[in-house]
């Protein structure tokens, strides 16, 4: 009989640059100890990038036992509920295959108009239903199914059962399907939980319109309504950015204040560039953070918008190399090009072995000759990789793939790894920078609206603000480390200037 816990579990509200990663090490290293044999000890993060961070950390101090778990939300549901229960009460059929599905394309393609949302959400229904009785499950249906099971009160118990410890990371990540899941095992009182997050990097709220899924309140967001159920803790400390961009971000921050580790720099600082157009404001940034790059090894700066094109322009002229959070998992390239393969035709692996009888050598040589083939430069768009597995590899490319186009930069940039690790210029939209880092970045609004909701200091402002873009702004102003260089796309007016001054933002006409 396993005992049922007393104490509540434990969230640490903690801010960009304060170490979480690293204290999560340390205590998943210091619980070990305690884990019983026939138990499960579970890191979970949004991530694979964040996953391996972990899982490396951890390989690095201890020999990692077989019964702990590091991984993303989705491998821990996966594993844990979804495939032990979903064919046995019958949610799922046993022949069943992963996909990444646009279902919401699917949804909107049917319907041909724009709908009520109760006929989308009823057409979404039919959809996934057909799907799954084709044994065709897409990847966000994984949450939704095993958020289901788990309100079954035997599936509960069998769950909060194996699991001894739970850490959670990158909560404010979670959504109300996901939060369900971990509510239950909070629930079953049988498990130690220790969870990590920051409210004000919520920026997920557009998934919950891909899903035609109601959107939270920011007061009511997951990781608000976990913490308030939880012995809630604060870290304050920063340990990435100077003092000037921390008392800068600080004023953003609806409920912590951090401390600079790092102290105050003599070039570090807020700016402001008064060009409305990139052909000035990029010159003026590179010529502004020189200093601070030539300084500093491996220093690199880093162009946010928010979307991922704003810079699409100016790729060739600064050398810019994009870059997402998913930060390349370390990887061969014969990898990324057999992952690449299986997500252009839908099946995995196995699947593509069995259907055209290949060995795994031969299932490698369909890797290496794609791979020659975007080294050639006859595989550089969609388009050509998909006539190239279908005239040379004799595959049948699927049309429905989500994010087949980012894959394929991946393997590009992979395969020109050499003069990415040398360069010190990259890009990315807001959203996928989460979790990077740079001495020097620039963020660029489209707009003087967009403006004003970056800089919006109103905590109530902020807590109504439905679209997340107080808080987009505050993820881009968070990846500095010593100099922040904001600019905007429309001229400003006098009230945002006075905003920026009363920031101590420094002005460059």
């Known amino acids: 009989m396993i005992p049922k816990i007393k104490d509540k579990p434990t969230m640490v509200i903690a801010g960009p640059g304060a170490g979480k990663t690293h204290e999560m090490v340390s205590r998943i290293v210091g619980t070990i100890k305690y884990l019983r044999p026939n138990r499960i000890l579970a890191a979970i993060t949004f991530t694979n990038a964040a996953t391996d961070s972990i899982r490396e950390k951890v390989q690095d101090l201890i020999q990692i036992p077989p019964n702990v ?18 064919t046995l009460f019958e949610y799922i059929p046993s022949d069943k295959l992963f996909l990444e599905i646009d279902v919401r394309r699917i949804v909107e393609e049917k319907l041909q108009r724009k709908g009520h949302p109760a006929a989308l959400q009823a057409i979404r229904k039919r959809v996934l239903n057909s799907l799954l009785k084709e044994g065709k499950i897409p990847f966000e249906q994984i ?15 069998i769950v909060c059962n194996r699991i001894q410890f739970l850490f959670k990371d990158e909560f404010q990540d979670t959504d109300t399907t996901q939060m369900r899941i971990f509510d239950a095992i909070r629930k079953g009182k049988k498990t130690i939980i220790y969870s990590v997050g920051d409210p004000e990097q919520y920026i997920l709220g557009f998934t919950y319109n891909n899903r035609r899924v109601k959107k939270p309140s920011f007061r009511n967001i997951p990781i608000n309504k976990f913490a308030s159920g939880c012995d809630k803790r604060e870290n304050c400390v920063n340990k990435r950015a100077c003092e000037e961009l921390v008392q800068f971000t600080n004023n953003f921050h609806t409920s912590i ?35 601070i790059i ?18 699409s322009g100016f790729v060739e002229k600064y050398g810019l190399v994009p870059i997402s959070n998913e930060h390349r998992r370390p990887s061969s ?28 050598v031969g299932y490698r040589k369909l890797g290496i000759k794609l791979l020659k083939a975007v080294i050639a430069g006859r595989t550089l768009t969609i388009e050509q990789l998909r006539r190239f597995l279908t005239d040379d590899l004799c595959l049948q490319c699927q049309y429905d793939v989500v994010n087949l186009e980012t894959k394929l930069e991946g393997l590009k940039s992979l395969l020109n790894r050499e003069n990415i690790m040398s360069a010190n210029n990259f890009y990315s939209s807001i959203h996928k920078a989460k979790g990077l880092e740079a001495e020097c970045v620039l963020i660029v609004s489209k707009s003087k609206k967009e403006l004003a909701k970056w800089l919006e200091t109103d905590v109530e402002e902020r807590c109504k603000d439905k679209a997340d873009t107080c808080r987009i702004g505050y993820v881009g102003f968070t990846r500095a480390k010593y100099i922040l260089c904001i600019a905007c796309k ?4 006098g009230s945002i200037e006075n905003t920026l001054l009363n920031l101590k933002v420094k002005i460059l006409n």
Do not use: C, W
């Not at 951090?258 to 157009?277: L, N, R």
């Not at 429309?490 to 007016?493: A, E, L, M, R, Y």
């Open 490 to 493: 429309q001229p400003i007016d």
């Open 143 to 157: 949450v939704e199914i095993s958020s289901d099971l788990m309100k079954n009160p035997q599936i509960q118990k």
């Open 294 to 311: 030539d300084s500093r090894k491996n220093s690199r700066r880093l162009f946010l918008g928010y979307e991922n094109k704003t810079f």
């Open 69 to 86: 778990f590091i991984g993303t939300n989705y491998s821990f549901f996966n594993q844990f509920i979804l495939l032990p229960f979903g």
């Open 333 to 360: 390239t014969l990898r990324e090009s057999l992952e690449l393969l299986a997500s252009a035709v839908q099946l995995s692996s196995k699947g593509i072995k069995d259907k055209h009888d290949l060995d795994a």
């Open 257 to 291: 204040k951090q401390k600079s580790e790092v102290g105050a720099i003599e070039q570090g600082g807020v700016f402001f560039i008064a060009d409305t157009d990139l052909h000035g404001i990029i010159p003026k940034f590179i010529e502004l953070t020189q200093t």
